[in-house]
């Protein structure tokens, strides 16, 4: 996924939130966000996400225009994933039919097809026994890895997750972690904004730091993490790297 | 002490301070007058309930509408709405009653008049229901609606799928507490010759000149469907803050 971004600006009322930012990658598998609170990841993950329209300039994946208008913007939200930090589940609904409702009301399955469809994920990702509970009587951890397959059940282009360890404790952030892992291996392209370094580290392609409003610097992960010519940037990682 | 024995103390205490003074009023109960018209209180109590029933649906559909019409993004509908409710519960109901009867209700020439009394009893408890689903829509979080436009939901399905099934969870005790409402003021459908529980006494009143004999068993009509509606709506409350937590 070659990512551009050009000129994007969002702002709430009179708060300049994204102020021209550019961004570049190669074709790569997977894109890391980083950068301090309140820099900006969020309102730009929403934007790549189709979730938010930007007041101004644009962003294309692989020469695709993501685009502007209701009707593009739903059928673009469509054939991508996105994992929210907070998992927003449906509460009413069980696990399983988490994850089938955008299969049968979305993309068309029968609900017996899309439960077929569903079932080796589940067993994969050792989440078959709690399929039938409520988002209520999951842990953190299960409800972010149900979110996670609920993003990928429609097999999407590419995923979209914002801090989706944040809210979670070390066991569980480390099995969230671990079935992203998997997910790379497997080939999922995603953009993923986390305070995760070490994990950052090992699953980013390329990596953008996002302060400002603006991205302050962006490249390979190795290069960003040992020796990124931005002042800002290495003084980031020395305050949380150990 | 339990609950229920709680309960049964103060009901036997209110039954023994209204019996002392029933009988210091020196009031001598006829009860034969009214027995035979009782076929006249039990229509009457049956017009009640099939009167608030549909004023109920109705009123569901159109609080549900107008709620929807509150939040929304367009000033002109979100106005009208908002005028609707207030208009509403700013006027008495007996004004509105005789409004839409005698001048709307002649104007288009409708004559039914328990069609015309659904239909202003469902306007009037519309305009409460509208606040009601309103404020169960605003209790569904930001991120229900985020989840349900990345899925790649329309609208309408989002309403349909994700906030609405909240939403009515959410409302229901206070949707019970509305019905509550909507029977006791059914009681002014009498003023319209709507043949309810209330106009029932009336009549029987006016037939036997036994007053107490002919409104107390129109209290007790009352209380019959209130009581078990008030409890079912406490069962609501508790129920789903259960299955919230
Ligand atoms: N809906 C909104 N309304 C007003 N301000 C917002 C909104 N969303 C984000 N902001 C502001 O935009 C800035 C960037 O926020 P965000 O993109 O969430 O940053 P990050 O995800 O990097 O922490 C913050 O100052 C935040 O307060
Ligand atoms: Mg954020």
Redesign the interface.
């Given at each position: 996924m070659e990512l551009v971004v050009k000129g994007l600006t969002q702002a709430f009322g009179a708060t300049t939130v994204l102020d021209r930012l550019d961004l570049t990658t190669g074709d790569i598998r997977a894109l890391v966000l980083v950068g301090p609170s309140g820099g900006g990841k969020t309102t730009l993950l929403r934007i790549l996400a189709g979730l938010d329209l930007p007041l101004e300039g644009s962003v294309s994946f692989a020469g695709v225009t993501v685009p502007r208008d209701e009707a593009g913007l739903l059928a673009y939200r469509r054939k991508v994933g996105t994992v929210f930090q907070a998992y927003n589940l449906f509460p009413h609904l069980s696990a399983l039919d988490n994850l089938t409702l955008p299969l049968v009301h979305v993309h068309g399955l029968s609900p017996a097809a899309a439960r077929k469809r569903v079932a080796e994920p589940l067993e994969r990702f050792k989440l078959a026994e709690h399929a039938h509970k409520r988002p209520s009587q999951l842990s953190g951890g299960q409800k972010q890895r149900i979110a996670i397959l609920r993003a990928l059940a429609s097999q999407p282009e590419r995923l979209f997750l914002d801090e989706p360890t944040s809210a979670l404790d070390p066991e569980m952030t480390a099995e969230v972690l671990e079935m992203i892992s998997e997910l790379k291996e497997i080939g999922t392209r995603f953009v993923l904004v986390t305070h995760e370094m070490g994990f950052a580290r090992r699953v980013a392609d390329e990596v953008a730091f996002v302060g400002g409003g603006k991205v302050v610097a962006s490249g390979p992960a190795a290069t960003m993490f040992k020796h990124c010519p931005e002042p800002r940037v290495r003084e980031f990682f020395a305050r949380i790297l150990p | 002490m339990t609950r229920a024995l709680a309960h049964t103390l103060v009901v036997a205490i209110l039954a023994a301070l209204l019996t002392v003074a029933f009988w210091r009023s020196g009031y001598e109960f006829q009860w034969e007058g009214v027995w035979a018209y009782r076929q006249k209180f039990v229509t009457g109590w049956l017009t009640t309930v099939a009167m608030s029933l549909a004023s109920l649906v109705l009123s569901a559909l159109v609080g549900l509408v107008t709620a929807v019409g509150l939040r929304s993004r367009w000033p002109l509908i979100e106005a009208a709405a908002r005028v609707y409710v207030e208009l509403i519960r700013g006027t008495p109901l007996l004004v509105q009653l005789l409004i839409g009867f005698y001048v709307v209700a002649n104007a288009v020439g409708l004559e039914n008049r328990y069609v015309v009394g659904a239909l202003v009893l469902a306007l009037f408890s519309g305009a409460y229901m509208a606040e009601i689903f309103r404020g169960g829509l605003a209790a569904i979080?930001a991120?229900?609606r985020?989840?349900a436009?990345?899925?790649?939901?329309?609208p309408w399905?989002s309403l349909r799928?994700?906030i609405l099934?909240?939403a009515i969870?959410l409302v229901l005790p206070a949707v019970a507490g509305q019905l509550v409402s909507l029977i006791k003021d059914s009681s002014l459908l009498s003023v319209i010759a709507v043949s309810e529980l209330t106009l029932a006494a009336q009549e029987v009143n006016s037939f036997t000149y036994s007053t107490l004999e002919s409104y107390l068993p129109l209290a007790a009509g009352y209380l019959l469907l209130t009581l078990p509606l008030s409890a079912l709506s406490r069962w609501l409350e508790r129920h789903f803050a259960y299955?919230?937590?």
């Open positions: - | 979080p991120g229900q985020d989840a436009r990345a899925i790649g939901l329309t399905q799928l994700v099934p909240q969870r299955e919230a937590g």
